[in-house]
């Protein structure tokens, strides 16, 4: 069993999870991992992924070993029935082999390359460790971010409860670069999948999500009770909302052209969460993932309000993949 992404995972198992992180949360140290290890191969830069995953295997007795591959292990070619004549050293099937002997989960994280997206959707890389590992592949943010989905939605069970019907927005924001769509995929995953009114807030028809998570997040929402809407009307999103998540994210007509995507991006400054558009909702929580630019992305008087919970759902990054490694090892 590995965790890629959400979207196959059953919304009863994922409440359980939630329903254990939350345990977690009021007891933190225990044994239950005593033994047991993750190695953790970092593509990309990490401060919470990192901290959290291992923090929480020490906290339940296990081992965590992290692995910047490139840097200070190896480089590893994903690609099937390549000559091996360029930069990398080894290939994912050995990798894979090697760590699944050694180790009991094995996570990745792997940033799309930006070059293309019709390979990047693909999302190649981690399923190629997924196919050669003989242990759980947990995905630390590829083209979706599934353990940030689960941070999130305990932060909103604590805060809101029964979460079926609430309005929840996410929104584009302001960024001087385009950035992974990760986020928004995940989010739009979850959220639908636990039956809320999901609103997404982009500046035009540049910035929709790819085909296949707004199609998901449609079958979801019809599955599970909700509505999933698409707008670009700022006010129209924000009334009565009763969660604001604000994410920025790179245009994927624009994938291969970053400066286009930049000047095209500039018009849009004014989607910065503030407390003008805060007002306009059912006196709604704000998060965002981070890392946050602040008075860019969201003001500073957003980021210091009692309704901001960006600090809540980064400890439950903590909590809730804690809950995961147990559910993968049948603990």
Request: net charge negative; charged share 20%; glycine share 4%.
């Amino acid at each position: 069993m590995h965790f890629l992404s959400t979207e196959n995972w059953s919304q009863e198992d994922l409440q359980a999870i939630l329903e254990q992180a939350d345990q977690l949360k009021q007891q933190p140290m225990n044994d239950s991992l005593k033994g047991k290890s993750i190695a953790m191969l970092f593509l990309n830069p990490s401060m919470r992924t990192r901290t959290s995953f291992q923090l929480g295997m020490q906290q339940m007795g296990g081992i965590a070993i992290v692995l910047q591959p490139g840097k200070d292990a190896w480089g590893i070619e994903f690609n099937p029935n390549v000559i091996m004549d360029g930069e990398a050293e080894e290939h994912i099937i050995e990798v894979a082999g090697v760590l699944s002997r050694y180790c009991d989960l094995i996570a990745l994280r792997a940033f799309p390359s930006f070059t293309d997206w019709s390979v990047d959707r693909e999302d190649k890389l981690i399923n190629a460790l997924a196919q050669h590992a003989t242990v759980p592949v947990i995905n630390m943010e590829t083209i979706v971010h599934p353990c940030q989905e689960l941070a999130l939605m305990q932060t909103m069970q604590e805060k809101m409860g029964e979460l079926k019907n609430k309005k929840f927005v996410l929104t584009w924001a302001y960024h001087p670069k385009p950035l992974n769509t990760a986020v928004a995929n995940s989010a739009a995953l979850i959220t639908t999948k636990f039956g809320m009114d999901v609103t997404l807030l982009c500046p035009d028809e540049h910035y929709l999500l790819d085909s296949h998570y707004m199609s998901k997040a449609q079958e979801f929402a019809k599955t599970y009770g909700g509505k999933f809407t698409v707008t670009h009307d700022i006010n129209a999103a924000y009334k009565d909302a009763d969660f604001i998540y604000a994410k920025s994210w790179g245009s994927l007509d624009f994938y291969q052209d970053p400066q286009k995507d930049q000047a095209h991006r500039k018009q849009y400054q004014h989607f910065t969460v503030n407390q003008e558009k805060m007002a306009l909702t059912n006196n709604a929580y704000f998060s965002h993932c981070l890392p946050l630019r602040r008075n860019i992305q969201a003001t500073d008087a957003v980021m210091d309000a009692d309704y901001c919970v960006v600090l809540d759902e980064a400890e439950n990054r903590l909590h809730a993949q804690k809950a995961l490694m147990l559910k993968l090892l049948n603990k």
